[in-house]
């Protein structure tokens, strides 16, 4: 390792700013963790206690929803000889409750465990909606979400899926082992968290030599500007890397152990498009597919490296042209935050929204078909932005008169 590399990693790696950083990322995925797992292991003590301990009080509104309507169809037409869309709309809601009494009991079984045939009554109470619906027998399940057609067709084929690769159903919302959890940092911490901690972390690397008198120092040594700068921002990178995973690392690690591992083959919502084409075909319909965790993971990385390199690259070109520490780690800061608050009322600007590099903050948004662009176009719009911010820097930083 050159002493130019060295002397810049202890500086990045070490310095108090960074590492009171990195304890923030730490403090923020245990604050996430540890209220989780506790409610988490309540809910899984709760599980195991007996049959007539489970609560078994509960229709859904969408159970009260088709009841209600049943009744109202009885009252109005008690007798036989109904209309044939009268008897057509009864027999949808009596198959509906059936499914959907099914669907409890099956999940609640003493002794066995039935998930699978949960899963295929919740299919095919799915099913029996939607095509009512389609046939015009009905306008949408009563009680319930009014969930449209593709709501519906995309939930039959997640819980397909599960059945296919027989994958336990999990309660994805409040499910603490590792690959679940894993999913949940990503899309909760990352955004706006990790965001404005890395590029915190790289805003001052050239700004606050100028503070110290040590940028200088640095330029007598026998290095070319480029080569300083080069090594600087490689560095940075990787640091930024290393906050972005280590932290994350630390709870899959953490869920792992205390909550267990959870099935990489749990499936999660992909857009067809995200590596194929720029625009996200299936944005206004909301049509997915589904991937395992596991394959959804490696899909996501190219996008968040992406992401890095241009938090990077952002971070860098501030500090080169601010003169003082302090001020670029506040216009730095500022400006990551705003931009990603602002976030999400810029996705209704389609275009404004896909040439924003920071519209792809929430990666997972972007893989999970939640934005019109897709993945293959973040990549290009993210390499791009940091290709300019990168040859600003080093043209700037290049041609910076410093009077010794």
Avoid at 356 to 380: E, K
């Amino acid at each position: 390792m050159s002493p130019l590399v060295r002397f810049e990693c202890k500086k990045t790696f070490f310095s108090i700013k960074n590492l009171l950083l990195f304890s923030l990322l730490i403090a923020a995925v245990l604050g996430m963790f540890v209220p989780a797992t506790i409610s988490f292991q309540e809910e899984a003590h709760s599980r195991r206690k007996s049959y007539s301990e489970i609560d078994t009080a509960g229709w859904g509104s969408e159970d009260w929803g088709a009841a209600i309507r049943m009744s109202q169809l009885l009252t109005l037409y008690p007798d036989s000889g109904r209309p044939a869309e009268v008897e057509a709309e009864l027999d949808v809601w009596r198959r509906d409750s059936h499914y959907s009494a099914a669907r409890r009991v099956y999940m609640r079984w003493y002794g066995e465990d039935r998930w699978r045939d949960a899963v295929q009554a919740a299919i095919d109470q799915d099913v029996n909606i939607r095509d009512a619906m389609e046939a015009g027998i009905i306008d949408a399940r009563l009680g319930g979400n009014a969930e449209t057609l593709q709501e519906l067709d995309n939930r039959i084929r997640k819980n397909q899926y599960l059945l296919d690769h027989n994958v336990r159903i999990i309660s994805e919302d409040t499910d603490m082992t590792a690959f679940p959890f894993l999913r949940r940092m990503i899309s909760v911490l990352f955004p706006i968290l990790f965001t404005s901690v890395i590029v915190a972390a790289v805003a001052d690397c050239v700004a606050s030599e100028r503070d110290t008198g040590s940028f200088k120092f640095l330029l007598l040594q026998p290095f070319s500007r480029r080569r300083i700068l080069g090594v600087k921002f490689g560095v940075s990178f990787f640091h930024a890397f290393l906050l972005a995973v280590i932290p994350v690392g630390v709870g899959f690690l953490g869920a792992l152990l205390v909550n267990g591992s959870g099935s990489a083959a749990y499936p999660v919502a992909y857009c067809t498009d995200s590596y194929s084409g720029f625009l996200n075909s299936s944005y206004e319909s909301g049509a997915v597919e589904y991937l395992s965790t596991a394959d959804w993971l490696l899909r996501l990385l190219p996008v968040v490296l992406c992401y890095l390199l241009f938090l990077t690259a952002f971070a860098l070109f501030i500090s080169v042209v601010v003169k003082t520490g302090v001020a670029a780690l506040t216009i730095t800061i500022a400006s990551s935050l705003a931009a990603s608050v602002m976030r999400p009322y810029l996705s209704s600007i389609p275009v404004f929204s896909a040439l924003w590099p920071f519209s792809y903050a929430d990666p997972a948004a972007v893989l999970s078909g939640g934005m019109q662009t897709t993945a293959l176009f973040g990549i290009v719009v993210l390499l791009g932005f940091s290709a300019v911010l990168i040859a600003g820097s080093f043209w700037m930083f290049c041609r910076e008169d410093v009077t010794c």
